[in-house]
């Protein structure tokens, strides 16, 4: 890789399938996906509606269970991985619990794991302030705008330090001005805190702007199409996005992008 | 537009931006919230003026051929209820104790009843669906029975309160708390919570609205099961005065228990809406933004 990064392997997805629905009535969501995701990589799982991209997330997550394949997550099943609680995970909605305020929002995950309240503040305090909240963190979830909720989220979701941050269209219900301001301080954070984070979307430039790689799925069955590394590039947002290299980049993702659709109809 | 350009060539403080963008949103809320409060409250109170007005200059015996015997005047009833204070007040404990004994015993059982039905998915369901065929009995078979079983007291008339008020309990309870967005549920799985963690943490606070709601209801119905339990034999309580007096012709005491009835559930409706409104302010909080 170019980041000249050590390539230690943290997730093994090993021909995955996935099947829903009963005998006779089948739809395939996923059809044999092998790749690996490296420690500390960001990777992007962008396609279609379809293509089985969340549906993958939530087999790293443990929330589903693949119909055949394999999945290891550092020397673990993805159960264990769960259950020793070593992953974060934001969703598309904030999913943020309406009677907390953001500080008891955050703190969630380490109520439910049993630690003291007395452990935890300085934790909640702390992400509170990595995620630009600290004057809100009394505050209730129907007092801040969109934006504001899923940073509370991404905070929760780190609040146990968890190695792996899984993340599902987290900034695809956000305007595009929040969108960037988020995809800014969340570059920022796996700078700071060398999570794995996998990222579903379908925004082909949010996938170029933050990725380490980009995997292309097809849809109709859910496939691997491509795999591409991306270039980061250090620099303002604006630099990055209106460099020759981005707009490279984002032009070879397209191709990728279409030409798995071209299969899907051929 | 400015602070665009700002952010786009420079980490903007995330925070200054963020503040007002909340500050706003946040004055519209309770500017618009307050309007409409003090309206909903003087509206009624103006109508309830504007009926009594109306029915003190007789227009309703007009209207519908009454005489004075058969509606008596608003003064009437008010100096029925002034010169009868001290057994009315009495029987008003009395028939308000059977009321709201009845509905924390009823809807504590339809309570309970929905808490476990909502840990067995499916065996739950089922039951709760049972429970709810008990709305299906007529109140007035119900009174006799529950006298013959329990006397003529207090007791027979708590127990027709509860077995009104468990189903609407047991139903609106079970209800609020299977409707937990998928996404939720997954975000406690996905953080390894048990079942009675998710319960306590997700489910019951997502059902409260709905207890609340039953909660209300099920005074409503108090009221008139335990006024209609003292009907069939009662020697007390503002049901047994009211038939009595009727059959005596004494019509402003019998239409001052009907206030008082009256009076007493609208009384403990707000008593709850009250205490609803400290247990789940952030529902309130939702549905002003949502008007």
Partial sequence: MSLGREKEKEIRIDDVSMVFGRKGREVTALSSVSFDIYRSEFVSLLGPSGCGKSTLLRLLADLLQPTSGRITIGEEVPREVRLKRKYGIVFQSPTLFEWRTVKDNIELPMEVLGLKKSEYSAISNRLIDMVGLTKFKDHYPWQLSGGMQQRVAIARALSLDPPILLMDEPFSALDEFTKEKLQLDL???????????????????????????VVIMSAHPGRVHSILEMEREEGSYEQIRNSGRFHEMTAKVRECFQLSKQQLHA | MKEMTAMNTERAPVSSSLAREAEVAKSNKTKSASGKESRNVWLPIGFGFLFLILWQLKIFHKLFHLELYQLPLPSAIAEAIHSNGDLLWNYSLYTGSEMIGGCLIGSAIGLLAAIIASFLPKAGKGAITLLAALNAVPIVALAPVMNNWFGDGVASKIAIVSIMTMATMAVSAYKGLRSVEPAYLELMQAYAAGRFTVFAKLRFRLALPAIFTALKINMATGIIGAIVGEFFISSRGLGFLLSDQIKLGNMPIAWSCIVIAAVLGIALYYLIQLIERFAIPWHAAQRKQAS
């Fill in chain 1, 187 to 213: 570059l920022d954070i796996q700078k700071q805190t060398n999570k794995t984070i996998v990222f579903v979307t379908h925004s082909i430039p949010e996938a170029v702007f933050l990725s380490d790689r």
